[in-house]
């Protein structure tokens, strides 16, 4: 038995054969992403254009394209701050909302199952579709949702969603967030099933009321799952593209140009392919340095 | 929240009633493409909008029968089968590896989770070139591999990240217990702990085929022959240089939305059901 | 130890089963070039038909097209175009692929990156010039005579004196008008911008917009707006003139007075064609190829069309599409199927079809005999002006379309958007 134990012992101490398990997914990712991502470094270090994407010499031209884009280009800036607002908002509203959908149909009552699954469809629908109806649904004079809130009396003239600055980004955010609270609650609602019952049942003997329960046990229980949740929904939504391109295309004026979008306009609009590989890059690197906090945080939690 | 059990039934009554209304909002956009799709394009523009089509209008459906080079059907299967291909290749890899990663402490096990998500950092359309020059040299361009491959790529970190916490809430008791009856690591994990976290994995399988069943730039990319493309592809048949079809559009949205759902509803008993039991025992 | 090998051989099981799939995928690439779908075959069945007669042109082989045109019957059209192309002899055979509009430049783009191009393509002419300039295609001056062609688009497949393609057909944009719509509120077909403007409040109501055009901020906007400015005289590259200013002044009046709806932004042309036969709009600026569909899905609606009310000379905007010939690809035989396409026959066959003008003028007068709507349309090529030609273009549409979004959107003053777009046109025209 002891021998037993010392075997299981050691096993768990500081254990290399974990590597193997993670190598094959790892090699797979960096095989069909890594090479991408350098490539796109090198392209945004050169001056590759319309004149000399076919030329096999490529000026190699330092961090002149990141230069003129932060010193020049004023949407890049707008693009920036853009795509914080968007994310932050998106990622606000729909864990929000998911997390209380979650909680929601955690409760069992008749229709929560069906109702639940139901609820995943938005996930089905192809995002560009989704777009096209809700540009469809926020127009100004045909669009249903003027239509309602006039009926509500919320409105006593049409608002003009998509062409107006500042109605536009939230209008392509409620869009985004219709499509992430699914998302959101599917993933919370999972992590919730790994919360013994038990610790629910013997504080509530204990006298716990709902909200205690909920903030000593289901928050602290479900860290590690609302973390993960949080950084994929940053990164995912930080460069969702097809959704702003079939509503906004980034317009009007550049009210909704994301990084995203501003780097694709850039490489296949514009054929200035360097500048578009820069301006990802430089959506790259702000991901980047978010998922290093998060992940500082996570050690941080496992070292404990 | 709190300890889930049996309602009274007023209580059952109120939040069936809540849901309800909460499926209502959330369903409504699907509601519109479906009456959309029964309208005449004259009357989709009118002003202020109809909630039920006027004069019933099934053209649009019969036009997605007859698309030219694009056949619905056939598009429907490599959909499924560059879904089905992806799901695959993503669970195979991801699951072993979130399982590394939650359970065993080894050397660049932090620098391996931020590789895995530095992976997910480019947006899709600076990802394009790179991957087509790469299938075009493996030979792949123009078959459903070069989209399976890449579709599989959104997956696989998904599900490492979800998974892990999965596998880190799974007692060690349960692990320890399968070494005294004589497992060892490979054969505990396939035995004892993939069963454990089957919701998991079912929940990253169902995410890694959604992500590859609505991806549309990988498909259209790297498959040039209509006969090859997915269903999503198709999309474009009503969405071109003149503007867009409405009618056409929310046709071929409603066509293909209601396969997947259906497949969904079909096997929802397995994915609910292991979702609520509380897989986990303490 | 044990578990060590145990994993190892799991690793290898998935290793195989990965390598297993990439074999396979040689088994798939094998059939596919078997089925010719591959541009490599293409040129080996080239190698080995030139091996048959050696001493005949070279002008054998496959020929790949790429081309966007999403409708039925289009796509039906021009493949039996090819059929007839290639019943007609036995060295070259043609084939066509659809790649959608939407990602059309994309693939093109990508496409020169990885050399993985058609021997043929059929594009937008405004981004002729671009490709041209990325050297994807081939210099056929000399190879194809284009004499007897509108200088609008045969200026749009010419760079630097070099003749890089072919008109395909032509498009023009012309007022189009409901004509009851007039009638009820007593209005005369404007032909000026003052009467423009007179009869699209006139016709504002409630529901009704009295005009609009396309204005996306994109190439489809630009395209629509353009012809308010050369019809002040100036040209594109010169917004912040007392003409580019009077345009962009002309734009805000129409919206500010209501009667140009700013929804238009947010429209295509084929949007804003359905917003005209849903009876939500009075006139509109729109193009040649809506009016099949437009007598297709309202027979009834009473509706004509107009040349553009103008400001100091008549003008329209030039669309359409060119073919042009990608360098390294299978040159001749491709040249060989443009003549072949291109005869008196076969473009009036795809003319018709497609509900587009001849570029070629012999053909397009008497291409319309006795349909009055066609005849102003073909009246109106006569005033019409390609965008650029210029490598950079997509900038200049770029900068002008930001500035008409900024007017129409009340974010700019015309004077500061013209302003603003005019520093961004000098500096692309500079470099």
Known sequence: MVIYM????????????????????????????????????????????????????????????????????????????????????????????????????????????????????????????????????????????????RSLNLISENIDWLTNTTTAMPAVIFANVWIGVPFNMILIATGLTTIPKELYESAAIDGANKFQLFRKITLPLLKPTIESVLILGFIYTFKVYDLIYVMTSGGPVNSTQLLSTYSYKLSFDMFKYSKGAAVANILFIILFFVSLVYLKNVYVEEER | MGIDGNLSKRKNILYCFISIMVLCIMLFPLYWILATSLKTEKEIFQIPPTFWPKELNLKSYMVQLESGDFNMFHSFG???????????????????????????????????????????????????????????????????????????????????????????????????????????????????LIPI??????????????????????????????????????IFNFMGQYGTKWSYLTAFAVVTIIPVTLIFIFMQKYIISGMTSGAVKG | MKKLLALLAA????????????????????????????????????????????DSADASGKVTIWYYWEAIKHQESLNSLIENFNNSQSDITVEAKYVPFADFKKQLSIGASADELPDLVILDNPDHAAYAAMGIFADITGKFDVSTYYDGPVNSCTLDGKLYGVPFGSNDLLLFYNEDMLKDANQKVPTTWDELLEVAKATTTDTVSGFAHCSLQNEEGTFNFLPWVWSTGVTSYEINSAGGIKALTMVQKLIES?????????????????????????????????????????????????????????????????????????EDATIEFLKFATNKENCLFMMHNMGYISSDSTIAEGQFDGDPIYEVFVEAMKYAYARGPLPEWPDVSDAISLAFNEVITGASSPEDAAAKAQTTIDSILGQ
């Open chain 3, 258 to 330: 209501g009667a140009m709806t700013k929804e238009a932004i947010n429209w295509t042309q084929g949007d804003t064609m359905n917003q005209f036969i849903s009876g939500n709009l009075a006139m509109m600026f729109n193009g040649t190829w809506q009016i099949p569909t437009m007598r297709a899905e309202v027979p009834d609606l009473n509706w004509n069309v107009a040349l553009i009310p103008k400001d100091a000379i008549p003008t329209s905007g030039l669309g359409g599409e060119n073919y042009a010939v990608i360098a390294g690809g299978n």
């Open chain 2, 78 to 192: 490599n959909s499924l089968i560059i879904s089905f291909g992806a799901m695959i290749i993503a669970v195979i890899l991801a699951v072993p590896a979130s399982y590394g990663i939650a359970k065993y402490n080894f050397i660049g096990k932090r620098a391996i989770v931020l590789g895995f998500l530095v992976t997910q950092m480019l947006p899709v359309s600076v990802l394009l070139t790179p991957l087509f020059i790469m299938f075009k040299n493996m030979h792949l361009y123009n078959t459903f591999w070069s989209t399976i491959l890449a579709d599989a790529t959104i997956g696989i970190p998904f599900s490492v990240l979800i998974l892990k916490n999965y596998f880190a809430a799974i007692p060690k008791e349960l692990e320890e217990a399968a070494y005294i009856d004589g497992c060892n690591k490979f054969t505990a994990f396939i035995r004892v």
């Open chain 1, 6 to 149: 010392n075997r299981i012992k050691k096993l768990f101490k500081y254990d290399n054969v974990g590597i193997w398990f993670v190598l094959p997914a790892f090699i797979y990712m960096i095989v069909f992403v890594g090479y991408p991502i350098i490539y796109n470094f090198i392209l945004s270090f050169q001056d590759v254009t319309v004149k000399t994407l076919r030329s096999n010499v490529k000026e190699f031209v330092g961090f002149r394209n990141y230069l003129e884009l932060f010193t020049q280009d004023n949407v890049l800036r707008t693009s920036i701050w853009n795509t914080l607002v968007f994310t932050v908002m998106c990622l606000v509203f729909q864990f929000v909302i998911g997390f209380a959908l979650a909680l929601f149909f955690k409760n069992r009552f008749k229709s929560s199952k069906m109702v639940r699954g139901l609820l995943m469809i938005p996930w089905m629908i192809p995002v560009t579709i989704t777009g096209l109806i809700f540009k469809f649904m926020f127009g100004t004079d045909v669009g249903v949702i003027n239509y309602f809130l």
């Open chain 2, 197 to 234: 976290a089957k919701p998991g994995v079912m929940v990253c399988a169902i995410f890694s085929f959604l992500y590859a069943w609505g991806d549309l730039a990988y498909g259209m990319t790297f498959i040039l022959d209509q006969e090859k493309r997915p269903i999503t592809a198709g």
């Open chain 3, 11 to 54: 690793i290898t099981m998935i290793t195989a089963i990965l390598v297993g799939c990439g074999s396979s995928d040689k088994d798939n690439k094998a059939a596919d070039t078997t089925q010719g779908s591959d541009k490599k075959s293409g040129t080996s069945d080239k190698a080995d038909a030139s091996k048959d007669n050696s």
